[in-house]
């Protein structure tokens, strides 16, 4: 993708404008799909300082050492031979049954991250906002729009809707205005 035609499409937006020149840099990540999904079920209803403490105990736990102290997100065939209970002995919460269930579900076949679109509201534990999420920063969908508490607040600077410029790059939009939001909506 062409980052800064991106911008410079987005900066039709006036609040969008000033935010891009603001915080400049900003991008999308890249997130392996099975991984982005998996850490975007832990998100709900979780804050960050919590949601790397989970994650980083999965990899510890069910991941390979990829360099000392440094471990990799385990495979959906190595999580589908955990249990609920091991979920939730690293601190998932009620997300452990969502997690057992995917990572056995994606494990077997039953679902294809290559049909993501399709497939993602079909996943037990999975709503719009994860599936969103898991698009935008592990499939490329470049025009998923996570809606959040943050954006639920910047939503109400678009009471007509989102601007035309955001079309098929939405999600990098989303992404300039949440860090606005959090930088500036208290």
């Not at 009620?94 to 990572?103: D, G, I, P």
């Amino acid at each position: 993708k062409d980052y800064v035609k991106i911008c410079n499409t987005l900066k039709e937006d006036e609040l969008l404008s000033s935010t891009i020149d603001e915080y400049y840099g900003i991008r999308i990540l890249n997130q392996d799909s099975w991984e982005a999904l998996c850490s975007f079920v832990i998100s709900q209803q979780n804050n960050i300082k919590r949601i790397k403490g989970i994650i980083e105990r999965l990899c510890r736990k069910y991941g390979k050492e990829v360099k000392k102290g440094y471990y990799s997100f385990p495979s959906a065939e190595d999580l589908s031979k955990l249990t609920v209970e091991d979920f939730e002995a690293l601190g998932t919460g009620y997300r452990a049954k969502y997690l057992e269930r995917l990572a056995k579900s994606v494990s077997n076949g039953e679902i294809s991250l290559e049909e993501a679109r399709k497939e993602l509201l079909n996943i037990y534990g999975v709503g719009i906002k994860v599936a969103n999420c898991a698009l935008l920063f592990g499939f490329g969908f470049y025009d998923a729009f996570p809606i959040d508490v943050w954006m639920k607040r910047v939503m109400e600077y678009y009471p007509n809707g989102l601007p035309k410029c955001f079309d098929g790059i939405g999600g990098i939009a989303q992404q300039y205005l949440f860090h606005w939001a959090r930088n500036n909506l208290k």
